[in-house]
């Protein structure tokens, strides 16, 4: 472990230095992990949820969860992976209680997006539009299917990362990757179809 | 559109597109994407929905974030605050010592479950037999039906009431008993006293408008505390509050209490005149409240304890008086039912000859208890430990007034200096007003001479003689 000196540019601090003064009670430490990180987290939850003031919100939890956990941080996986498992766990409960609240809202909000969806894939879209159908097709996936998309192709983890984040077996992350493209393909194939043609 | 190519095929096109395949893998797949069209479809297509997925829009930078972070990190630790009243450190300390506080308790509860156990089985039998032996059957009303702000009035002052004055029967509580106080239901009526009226009680210390009100309310109050402390049962039972003793005493006290100091000498004088069994000492000048003085009227906050008298038995028990249901029953028609009750009650206790003398179980300040029935006179006698001849409410006595002619004896008076000066008194040395005051309230009495008075009934009490 590199012992932190007092010359240390904290801006330029690796992540272990900064957690090892935040752990011997540097306050400043801390803003510094979260200036460095607070947009990829935002962005990682925008991707799940698409939700730009919900996921404001969520992510300061995220972060006031990190500064809690952080004193017993043992440097047994990398901040960046620890980071992204709270930030994925959170998402997880979060979703968990919405389903839980349209299971007893009587709702179901996937069969609205997919009915949704369909309709507008009736007609071509525009540019500017695929991006939200993109979105859409997103949120059309189950919620474990839709992370490993998010972690694989927006935030490029490799497999062993994104085994290290969830928790799970490397072969599962390939599996249920596989399982999330086909699907997602099938959901989205007219937009796919005709940037290809 | 759904697709043809078989799960497996697709995660190896999934792998290829993540580079995951060694070189082997790698080259075999490319060979059938060559020469397969529906492999090669399929992959491109995987090509372009990675490419869609990672062309998605992205948020704008938050330069507020870290802000909005602090505020929250800010606004956790003042959840976070200690709210228990020591150290958060503490805490398993305390909790320790709360387990065993718990759990000594227990085995002292443990270990003297025996004689808990008979405590509460007294308890409840004394209140069960009450009952199962028809001491108080069906339901309960009130022995008096014409109570009114005279009578109370008359009541706190004298502690008379007539029961039925037709055939002169009269309730005297008499507290001059040397170890206790008698209460007595006699069918003659008590020596002639003189009367003292509410609209004589109030011309001569002329209250304000609100003084008024409150002496008012104080005396309402009185004379509901008066009708629920003595019942009579459907099986003529008398039920008689222990403490209607104390109360004529926290009636007048209470009277006095709303006074101002003028008014209190002039009611004080008022007493002496009509020839009132008590003398008021004041020692302090504080106005109170109605809701205050009504609040003293409640001897014990467990309840009323009631002696239960029936021909031929009688019990000491606590029962809960619902008198507002009592009320009800009386403004449905019960006069007539508690008229009769009580000509059949007090007929069947008075002139039965009877006799009971014991131990009163389970009270810890009513240790014996007698009836006697004979002659036209029920008593009721209750012994208790600490006898005192006096009520203190608000820094207010109420004691006997002593007829002068039983003031001969010897006494020890106490100077100012200290110690005391023992000698004879007798009634011809004193001119003025003689104040009987209760033993407690002579320690730090502003008075003239203090003495201690061993009368004739041997009964120590002690005098504040002022001349």
């Known amino acids: 472990m590199t012992t932190p000196s007092k010359d240390v540019s904290f801006a330029q601090a690796s992540d272990d230095v900064l957690i090892t003064l935040f752990q011997n009670g540097d306050q400043r430490a801390f803003r510094v992990l979260v200036e460095r990180y607070q947009e990829r987290i935002r962005n990682l939850l925008f991707s799940i949820f698409h939700e730009p003031d919900f996921v404001d919100d969520l992510s300061q939890e995220v972060f006031v969860k990190v500064y809690e956990a952080l004193p017993g941080f043992r440097f047994e996986s990398s901040l960046y992976t620890w980071l992204y498992r709270i930030a994925v766990n959170k998402s997880r409960d979060e979703l968990r209680r919405r389903k839980l609240r349209r299971f007893f809202s009587f709702q179901s909000l996937d069969d609205g997006t997919l009915a949704e969806l369909e309709t507008r894939m009736a007609h071509p879209p525009k540019d500017h539009e695929s991006a939200d159908l993109v979105a859409y097709g997103l949120r059309a996936l189950p919620d474990h299917q839709r992370i490993v998309v998010i972690l694989k192709d927006i935030e490029g983890f490799s497999y062993e990362e994104i085994a290290d984040i969830l928790q799970i077996e490397v072969g599962t992350v390939k599996s249920r990757l596989s399982r999330a493209r086909t699907t997602l393909k099938n959901i989205l194939g007219p937009i796919i179809k005709e940037r290809i043609a | ?467």
């Open chain 2, 1 to 467: 559109m759904k697709s043809v190519i078989p799960p497996q095929d697709h995660q190896l096109l999934s792998r290829l597109l993540d580079g995951d395949l060694s070189d082997r893998e790698r080259d075999v797949v490319e060979l059938r994407i060559a020469k397969e069209p529906d492999l090669r479809t399929a992959y491109e297509e995987l090509v372009r929905l990675r490419s869609l997925v990672r062309d998605l829009p992205h948020l704008p930078p938050d330069p507020f974030f870290w802000t909005r972070v602090k505020a929250a990190l800010d606004s956790t630790r003042d959840e976070e605050k200690n709210l228990l009243p020591f150290p958060r450190s503490y805490l398993p300390a305390v909790v320790a010592a709360a387990f065993i506080v718990i759990v000594g308790a227990g085995l002292i509860l443990v270990q003297n479950r025996l004689s808990i156990l008979t405590f509460w089985e007294r308890q409840s039998t004394a209140l069960r037999e009450a009952y199962q032996q028809g001491v108080v059957q069906g339901s309960l009303l009130p022995f008096f039906s014409n109570l009114d702000a005279d009578r109370t009035l008359q009541f706190a002052l004298y502690g008379t009431l007539p029961l039925d004055e037709e055939k002169g029967t009269t309730l005297k509580v008499d507290e001059r008993s040397s170890t206790g106080y008698r209460i007595e239901v006699q069918k003659e009526l008590p020596r002639k006293i003189k009367k003292l009226t509410v609209t004589e009680f109030m011309t001569e210390v002329q209250p304000t408008v609100s003084q008024r009100a409150t002496l008012d309310s104080v005396l309402k109050a009185a004379r509901e505390e008066l009708e629920a402390s003595v019942l009579v049962g459907a099986d003529d039972a008398m039920a008689i509050n222990v403490d209607l003793h104390r109360l004529n005493k926290a009636v007048v006290s209470g009277l006095v209490a709303c006074l101002q100091p003028q008014q209190r000498v002039k009611f004080n004088r008022l007493l002496e005149e009509r020839e009132a069994p008590y003398t008021v000492v004041s020692r302090s000048k504080e106005v109170r409240q109605a809701d205050e003085v009504i609040k003293s009227f409640h001897a014990s906050p467990k309840g009323p304890e009631f002696v239960v008298v029936t021909a031929d038995s009688m019990r000491l028990s606590r029962f809960h008086v619902n008198m507002e249901a009592m009320r009800q029953s009386m403004s449905e028609g019960m006069i007539e039912e508690m008229a009769l009750r009580r000509e059949r009650a007090i007929r069947r206790l008075v002139s039965t000859t009877a006799e009971f003398d014991g131990p009163v179980i389970a009270h810890p300040d009513i240790p014996r208890m007698s009836v006697t029935s004979r002659k036209d006179r029920l008593t009721i006698e209750l012994t208790q430990d600490s006898a005192t001849d006096g009520a203190f409410f608000f820094n207010i006595s109420v004691a006997p007034r002593i007829p002068v002619e039983e003031l001969d004896g010897a006494f020890e008076q106490r100077s100012r200096e200290g110690g005391s000066i023992p000698g004879t008194v007798r009634s011809g040395d004193f001119r003025g007003r003689v104040y009987v005051a209760p033993s407690p309230t002579v320690k730090g009495m502003r008075s003239d001479t203090a003495a201690k008075l061993d009368r004739k009934s041997r009964k120590p009490f002690k005098l504040d003689l002022r001349q």
